[in-house]
Antibody, heavy 117, light 107 residues
Framework: QVQLVESGGGLVKPGGSLRLSCTAS????????MSWIRQAPGKGLEWLSY????????HYSDSVKGRLTVSRDNAKNSLSLQLNSLRAEDTAVYYC??????????WGQGTLVVVSS | DIQMTQSPSSVSASIGDRVNITCRAS??????LAWYQQKPGKAPKVLIH???KLQSGVPPRFSGSGSGTDFTLTITSLQPEDFATYYC?????????FGPGTKVDLQ
């Protein structure tokens, strides 16, 4: 079955950086687009980034553009997110999701990132 | 960016009720719309995509309709496991955007 497992969350100081990883299994990772979505505590869902199956095309939300880098390693079935210059408002659960081009059909369990001194 | 709005923001309903949730896009998105259900502490789950296509494994009491700017998610005969928050999402153009959510709780 399709599984997406995020790792790397935790407590990070303002101004710091975070790197999250997502390991995929149960499907041919290299055939699918992937995205990252986050959800601040008690808030709604915010799409952050899309990466094409071949990693050639990447799109970012304006809210994180310039601070966010997303990459993938199809040989390792893995997706990565690096977010720099962290602010309190980056506190959220970060989800790795399989992207079907216009909707998201499988989500990881999410990893919580807390930005606080 | 395409803005998504939902109404109502919350609805109280009883088991067996029919519930309608409306989603509106700030500009036309054809049928590039999905609906998700999220329960507390869990990741969202897709219910409907392409405005009206039921995702595999989702009970047929869930249905979607609409195109352009106005969409509706309907839950016929609400079940105990349906109490959750529902989000719409447009996939017409980047950045993909979500509605603010509609919480369905027990009356």
């Amino acid at each position: 079955q399709v599984q997406l497992v995020e790792s790397g969350g935790g407590l990070v100081k303002p101004g710091g950086s975070l790197r999250l990883s997502c390991t995929a299994s149960g499907f041919t990772f290299s055939d699918y687009y992937m995205s990252w979505i986050r959800q601040a505590p008690g808030k709604g869902l915010e799409w952050l980034s899309y990466i094409s199956s071949d990693a050639i095309t990447v799109h970012y939300s304006d809210s994180v553009k310039g601070r966010l880098t997303v990459s993938r390693d199809n040989a390792k079935n893995s997706l990565s997110l690096q977010l720099n210059s962290l602010r309190a408002e980056d506190t959220a659960v970060y989800y790795c999701v399989r992207d079907r081009g216009y909707y998201f059909d499988f989500w990881g369990q999410g990893t919580l990132v807390v930005v606080s001194s | 960016d395409i803005q998504m709005t939902q109404s109502p923001s919350s609805v109280s309903a009883s088991i067996g009720d029919r519930v309608n949730i409306t989603c509106r896009a700030s500009q036309g998105i054809s049928n590039w719309l999905a609906w998700y259900q999220q329960k507390p502490g869990k990741a969202p789950k897709v219910l409907i995509h392409a405005a009206s296509k039921l995702q595999s494994g989702v009970p047929p009491r869930f249905s979607g309709s609409g195109s352009g700017t106005d969409f509706t998610l309907t839950i016929t005969s609400l079940q105990p496991e349906d109490f959750a928050t529902y989000y719409c999402q447009q996939g017409n153009s980047f950045p993909f955007t979500f509605g603010p959510g509609t919480k369905v709780d027990l009356q």
